[in-house]
């Protein structure tokens, strides 16, 4: 299958500081990124959907001014969590759209902040 | 607003007994929906993925049914081992490609 990665795999920032995640499509070219949030023990939460070249859309009750999202390229989305708090602490996961299809996921990146 | 539900949250079985999970949704509007797999700490890995046309989908000791009208699917891993051990997620996917996670089965192998 196709293979999408994430860096870094994990990141421990202090709060207020702000922090850069990267998902990249390693084989194909993925014009939708989506991006999870994920809490122990829980399931995956879509946050946004990211179309290359263009604004993510977010769902409700996530803040877009906190979480910025750029897909400058067909192959690379990034995610900033700015003015991170401790309550931003939590799994984040990636996945490229393939062909219309299939979603393929990235490892995931902790972020812990203190 | 779809909502997908994963029975049991998690289960406990010695080696060798077949493993059956169970997964709901409220809206049977789906394109499709997809089992994953996820070890501790990491991220999501495919195990199959069913159309809404289709029935079932089997891969090696793993089966997968989908009744799209019932909202069911059930995920059967035959002869459990060890290394089964993980937590199990079901998602489907509707308009807009986005996918509606269950919450998720954690299963343990017991040797």
């Known amino acids: 299958g196709a293979v999408v990665s994430q860096h870094p795999s994990r990141v421990i920032c202090k709060s207020g500081t702000s922090v850069k995640i990267e998902c990249r499509s390693l084989d194909f070219q993925a014009t939708t990124m989506f991006w999870y949030r994920q809490f122990p023990k829980k399931s995956l939460m879509l946050m946004a959907t990211?179309?290359?070249?263009?604004?993510?859309?977010?769902e409700q009750g996530v803040e877009k001014d906190k979480f910025l999202i750029n897909h400058a390229s067909l192959t690379l989305s990034t995610l900033t969590v700015t003015s991170a708090h401790p309550e931003d602490s939590s799994f984040y996961i990636c996945?490229?759209?393939?062909?219309?299809?299939?979603?393929?996921f990235g490892p995931g990146t902790r972020l812990t902040v203190t | 607003k779809q909502e997908v539900t994963q029975i049991p949250a998690a289960l406990s079985v010695p080696e060798g007994e077949n493993l059956v999970l169970n997964c709901s949704f409220t809206d049977s509007a789906i394109y499709n929906l997809q089992w994953f797999r996820q070890d501790p700490g990491k991220g999501l890995t495919s195990l199959l993925l069913?159309?809404?046309?289709?029935r079932e989908q089997t891969s090696g000791r793993l089966n997968a049914s989908l009744d799209k009208s019932s909202g069911r699917s059930t995920l059967y891993i035959a002869a459990s081992q060890p290394g089964d051990s993980a937590t199990y997620l079901c998602a489907v996917k509707a308009a807009g490609n986005k996918l509606t996670f269950g919450g998720g089965t954690r299963v343990l192998v017991k040797p």
């Open positions: 996945s490229g759209l393939a062909g219309g299809m299939e979603q393929y």
């Open positions: 990211s179309n290359e070249g263009s604004k993510a859309t977010y």
């Open positions: 069913i159309q809404s046309s289709q």
